[in-house]
């Protein structure tokens, strides 16, 4: 039996190389350059087979900070994050004519075979386009729901670099033996016949000090993301992907672009410049999905709806009422915050928000509560950020995201989240001082995410608004005026109780039950409370829009929080239960 011709994970390229040069042989009459140009040609295929098929997902490791290690570069890897920048599209030659051979450099940053000197000028045709994304790891995303390599996939990957390693000195000796008859600055990077999964002898001695030491804050890892075949339209920012993808971090690019000979490294896109490959590794997609958050919480063995799921949300309740000192109103408005989420846009009416105010926050109370409830929301949701508000911090934060013409990069702010992010705005250490400028704008930025959830982005010379789908929880000694929510509480704790651990498999209920009812259409029989809006209305004629959207939001969110699309008749009596004790606190 004849083994495979490459190894998927730890020669990827090994695959792009052979089903071109079959896709080629298979058209002789076909020129490469225009046939293949944005298209597949068969090499997606066998990897999509391989990783989907034949269960070769599991053996493909998962870049992060402290993987990047050990991880060898033009290997095959997975790899989480956000759509931070879009950087444009960048050229290059895509295919190229060595005698009779046809060759590509697609899914690498340089030529994998010595490219022909003296002919530079005739690859102008030959010029393919692929998409720059800089992608970082989910802001906020919390340790329980990020993925990590399994043990026996990083032990299969230590067994190929010691492989490798050990060949290291003959390979060296075929590289200086072709430097000597004057290879060019591309065939530095591949020599044919070597394995692609190589290094040339520089970089292969900067394996830690080069580029596999940890970033600098230890831990985060960004990284280019080069697409191809792709449509620009599916891709925006701030969606969260997963790219299966071939990685490639090499120093000697830095190196041979200040000497501007190549074309390949003339169309090198500025925003690249200040992306050195020496620090944030390039990596070339082959296949990605836009992934969700459901895709970052585990589902329980089992679950049978409906009866589990009011067992699941008595208990998850019961633990939200403890957080709080045993404030049950404070629970039950924590539950419908937590299953909270944007559904549509009506005009200027953001249907299925609700951002909670909780008061009576100071900063004693804080210091107790406050971290039991960061802690408590950690817990349970995959991303989440808080953020201590003061003066100062407004004066000085940088809360908008800001394009920089000059380098072409988008300069990340506070504000920018991924989609389904909860924001906890601890207001219980403001006190009176000054605002500046810089943050009255940081104030009305608040201001505008609360109301509307949306993020002004400055481009320098227009702004743009992006959705901003996050869920905002507001810590406050009196009621909020940076931020007014959609609902008000005050917040009476009966004691400082001790908190009882809940175990995996509660975390693991609660994590499933807020993301799957959060995501559960709902929809309302208009006849049920039509008459008791009309009542409300008439016994009160100050209500408006907003108060009943609010109404009709929060008794919705108590109907999806057991497990039913439709409100009730029920469901609508607790609603104006909850409605009349949060007034009663009010007075």
């Not at 386009?129 to 299969?156: D, I, K, Y």
Request: one cysteine or more; proline letters at 6%.
């Amino acid at each position: 039996m004849v083994g495979p011709l490459y190894d998927f994970v730890a020669n990827p390229f090994g695959a792009v190389r052979l089903s071109f040069e079959q896709a080629v042989a298979a058209s002789p009459a076909v020129d490469p350059v225009a046939a293949f140009a944005g298209k597949d040609w068969g090499a997606l295929d066998l990897f999509r087979d391989f990783l989907l098929e034949k269960g070769g997902l599991s053996q493909v490791p998962i870049l992060d900070a402290s993987s990047r290690q050990w991880i060898q570069p033009n290997s095959l890897v997975r790899f989480r994050g956000m759509v931070q920048d879009m950087l444009g599209k960048e050229l290059y030659i895509g295919a190229f004519q060595d005698g009779s051979n046809w060759r590509t450099n697609k899914y690498s940053d340089g030529a994998l075979f010595p490219m022909p000197a003296g002919c530079q000028s005739a690859y102008e045709s030959n010029l393919w386009e692929r998409l720059l994304l800089h992608c970082v790891p989910v802001p906020g995303h919390n340790s329980w729901a990020m993925h990590s390599t399994p043990p026996q996939v990083f032990r299969n990957v230590m067994d190929n670099s010691m492989y490798e390693h050990g060949e290291k000195r003959q390979r060296d000796e075929e590289i200086d033996e072709n430097n000597e008859h004057g290879g060019s600055p591309s065939s530095k990077k591949q020599k044919e016949g070597e394995h692609p999964c190589q290094l040339n002898h520089s970089s292969q001695g900067s394996l830690v000090q080069g580029g596999f030491s940890e970033p600098r804050n230890g831990a985060s890892l960004s990284c280019v993301i080069k697409m191809y075949d792709t449509p620009e339209c599916d891709l925006k920012l701030n969606d969260v992907f997963e790219f299966i993808a071939i990685y490639t971090f090499d120093p000697e690019v830095v190196a041979y672009k200040e000497d501007a000979d190549d074309l390949m490294d003339d169309l090198l896109d500025d925003p690249l410049m200040h992306l050195p490959p020496s620090k944030v590794p390039r990596l070339h997609c082959l296949i990605c999905r836009k992934l969700a958050i459901q895709d970052f919480v585990s589902s329980p063995l089992s679950v049978e709806l409906p009866s589990m799921i009011k067992g699941i949300r008595g208990s998850l309740l019961s633990h939200l009422t403890q957080v709080l000192g045993n404030d049950g109103l404070a629970g039950e408005c924590l539950l419908l915050h937590l299953l909270s989420r944007l559904r549509a846009r009506v005009d200027a009416v953001s249907v299925g928000k609700l951002s909670l105010n909780l008061t009576g926050f100071n900063g004693e109370t804080a210091s107790i509560f406050g971290n039991r409830i960061t802690s408590a929301i950690q817990s349970l949701l995959p991303f989440s950020q808080y953020i201590p508000l003061t003066v100062d911090y407004l004066n000085t934060a940088t809360l908008q995201p800001k394009k920089n013409n000059q380098t072409g990069r988008l300069i990340p702010g506070v504000l920018q989240l991924a989609q389904g992010t909860h924001l906890t705005i601890d207001e219980s250490h403001l006190q009176p001082g000054n605002l500046d400028s810089n943050g009255v704008h940081n104030a009305r930025l608040l201001k505008k995410l609360i109301e509307q959830l949306s993020v002004e982005y400055d481009f320098e010379f227009y702004t743009s608004e992006m959705t901003a789908d996050v869920q905002l929880l507001i810590l406050s000694d009196g009621k909020s005026n940076i931020m007014p929510a959609d609902l008000v509480l005050p917040f009476c704790p009966n004691a400082v109780n001790s908190i009882a651990n809940p175990s995996p498999e509660e975390l693991q209920s609660w994590r499933w039950y807020l993301d799957t009812l959060r995501s559960l259409p709902y929809s309302s029989q208009p006849d049920l409370h039509q008459d008791e809006l009309v009542a409300a209305m008439r016994e009160d004629r100050s209500l408006g829009c907003q108060q009943l959207n609010r109404w009709l939001t929060m008794a919705r969110l108590i109907s999806v929080s057991f497990g039913e699309e439709e409100l009730s008749l029920e469901h609508w009596q607790m609603f104006k239960e909850i409605e009349r004790l949060r007034k009663e606190r009010i007075k």
